[in-house]
């Protein structure tokens, strides 16, 4: 093909695919070649006048209009990057190169959209960094925030929110929720008629655009809500169950989402389903090996890390602690005369009495088999213990209905204090523990008090007990 010679330069800049402009000292478009409607949905006239940071994301304009001042100031640049909205909405990645003309007081800049390229680079740093973040984060919420600072890194990321599906519970749940007009919404059964609950239960992308809205808020119900002008949805899917979704919203007309978002967005959500599941799983391990998995109590380990952070407090602060050593009595005959199961059953609801009884601030564990330990933080005196003690006599000692069967045990209770007792946690749990042993050969259903004598050597060792039996209480069955 033989070039036309006589073809005029502004022609032949239409020609190009990158986009060819001249702005003011102020960034005004003064003149834009025809490729502005390829990469920025513009035609050339509807940009002219417009200023370059009018169309540019915020988050890029300060550091542009620095980067100007530099330009202008004679130091050309040749491939610095930044963003702008397209005029349907999404964004468009720009390398530029740019040269400021003294003697015409004016910019030349040439603007090439690597879109595509940041795209697949941001992908492929997403994937990576969500999977660092699933081992790194110390939980589920610093992972949920990390997972939204990279998708606000691909796409508009203002209103976003992660919703959870528990299928046993039929149960939608939002764990993190950032909207700018609505708070988050209540746990919700998958027949709610919202559009997060669509997505779990189709297991399918689904886009909402002031196009297509109206036709699919018919189809699955109304909204509760400010409707978004976009509403991006995503679900996030393990295997082949759908645990719940990813969702972006947008309430300005400037921010739009397309299908190469969604397609984005659905990229990311594999990842992140991926790395929910880990971080769920991992939390479960260390709460399996900290904590009784029948009870949900602390365990014996964990039980004694407290105790030793609250004896360290007592000692710099001058406070006193007690510790309450539990054993139920004719545990072993109930088991074997109803079984393992009723067993269970009792300790399971033995642990929800004990929490009825002590503060928030105190801790209950369950050091093995039938035994447990109670730990009561910041005591007045030591009648502060024996008040606990004898409402934990009475609420364990009535009557247990397991499985249709009236099955009945009380509790024998040994009590240490510190600093009376002991200033060491093993040993305020050993005399605990052996105060306990005392009740229980007294005939159970009672507490002991651990007593104390200095030897030469200044250690402390028990060597009587005060006994107190249970109150007598009304026939409750």
């Known amino acids: 093909m033989t070039s036309n010679p006589h073809l005029p330069h502004d022609k032949l800049l239409d020609l190009l695919l990158d986009v060819v402009c001249v702005v003011d000292v102020e960034g005004r478009f003064l003149s834009v070649s025809a490729a502005s409607e390829r990469v920025f949905g513009f035609r050339p006239d509807e940009m002219i006048g417009r200023t370059a940071y009018e169309m540019m994301h915020p988050a890029d304009r300060d550091a542009s209009r620095a980067l100007v001042e530099?330009?202008?100031?004679?130091?050309?640049?040749?491939?610095?990057?930044?963003?702008?909205?397209?005029?349907?909405?999404?964004?468009?990645?720009i390398m530029w190169s740019a040269q400021w003309l003294e003697a015409e007081q004016v910019r030349v800049g040439v603007a090439r959209d690597i879109t595509a390229r940041k795209r697949a680079e941001a992908m492929q740093a997403a994937?990576?960094?969500?999977?660092?973040?699933?081992?790194?984060?110390?939980?589920?919420?610093?992972?949920?925030?990390?997972?939204?600072?990279?998708?606000?890194?691909?796409?508009?990321?203002?209103?976003?929110?992660?919703?959870?599906?528990?299928?046993?519970?039929?149960?939608?749940?939002?764990?993190?929720?950032?909207?700018?007009?609505?708070?988050?919404?209540?746990?919700?059964?998958?027949?709610?008629?919202?559009?997060?609950?669509?997505?779990?239960?189709?297991?399918?992308?689904?886009?909402?655009?002031?196009?297509?809205?109206?036709?699919?808020?018919?189809?699955?119900?109304?909204?509760a809500g400010k409707h978004s002008l976009d509403w991006l949805g995503v679900p996030l899917i393990l295997g082949t169950e759908t645990i719940g979704a990813l969702v972006l919203?947008?309430?300005?007309?400037?921010?739009?989402?397309?299908?190469?978002?969604?397609?984005?967005?659905?990229?990311?959500?594999?990842?992140?389903?991926?790395?929910?599941?880990?971080?769920?799983?991992?939390?479960?391990?260390?709460?399996?090996?900290?904590?009784?998995?029948?009870?949900?109590?602390?365990?014996?380990?964990?039980?004694?890390?407290?105790?030793?952070?609250?004896?360290?407090?007592?000692?710099?602060?001058?406070?006193?602690?007690?510790?309450l050593y539990i054993d139920m009595d004719n545990f072993k005959q109930i088991n074997d005369t109803f079984g393992h199961t009723t067993g269970d059953h009792l300790l399971q609801e033995v642990a929800q009495r004990l929490k009825q009884c002590v503060r928030e601030s105190d801790t209950i564990g369950r050091l093995g088999g039938d035994e447990f330990a109670v730990l009561l933080d910041n005591i007045g005196k030591r009648e502060d213990a024996i008040l606990v003690a004898e409402k934990i006599l009475d609420t364990l000692s009535n009557s247990y209905i397991l499985n249709d069967k009236t099955v009945?045990?009380?509790?024998?209770?040994?009590?240490?204090?510190?600093?009376?007792?002991?200033?060491?946690?093993?040993?305020?749990?050993?005399?605990?523990?052996?105060?306990?042993?005392?009740?229980?050969?007294?005939?159970?259903?009672?507490?002991?008090?651990?007593?104390?004598s200095a030897i030469a050597n200044d250690q402390l060792k028990p060597t009587t007990c005060t006994t107190r039996p249970a109150p007598t209480l009304p026939n409750r069955e």
């Not at 100031?73 to 349907?88: A, I, Q, T």
């Not at 509790?411 to 005399?431: C, T």
Request: aromatic share 8%.
């Open 249 to 323: 919203q947008s309430y300005s007309g400037s921010v739009r989402y397309n299908e190469h978002d969604k397609e984005l967005l659905q990229f990311v959500s594999n990842q992140v389903a991926t790395a929910i599941e880990r971080k769920r799983t991992h939390s479960r391990l260390e709460f399996l090996a900290r904590y009784d998995h029948l009870t949900e109590l602390p365990n014996r380990a964990l039980f004694l890390d407290r105790l030793q952070n609250s004896l360290q407090r007592a000692q710099r602060d001058d406070l006193r602690l007690a510790v």
């Open 127 to 223: 994937m990576y960094t969500i999977s660092e973040a699933a081992h790194s984060a110390g939980d589920l919420q610093a992972l949920y925030e990390r997972v939204h600072e990279v998708i606000g890194q691909l796409l508009p990321a203002e209103n976003f929110f992660v919703a959870l599906y528990d299928a046993a519970a039929d149960e939608l749940s939002f764990p993190y929720y950032v909207d700018q007009f609505d708070a988050p919404p209540l746990p919700q059964s998958l027949d709610s008629g919202t559009l997060s609950a669509e997505v779990v239960r189709s297991g399918e992308a689904m886009l909402l655009t002031p196009e297509t809205a109206e036709q699919m808020l018919k189809k699955i119900g109304r909204v």
């Open 408 to 452: 009945i045990s009380a509790p024998s209770l040994g009590i240490a204090i510190y600093p009376e007792h002991a200033k060491d946690e093993l040993e305020l749990v050993r005399l605990a523990d052996e105060a306990m042993y005392v009740a229980k050969r007294d005939g159970g259903k009672r507490f002991k008090i651990a007593g104390i």
């Open 70 to 93: 530099r330009i202008n100031s004679g130091e050309p640049s040749h491939d610095h990057e930044n963003r702008y909205f397209h005029k349907d909405g999404h964004i468009v990645h």
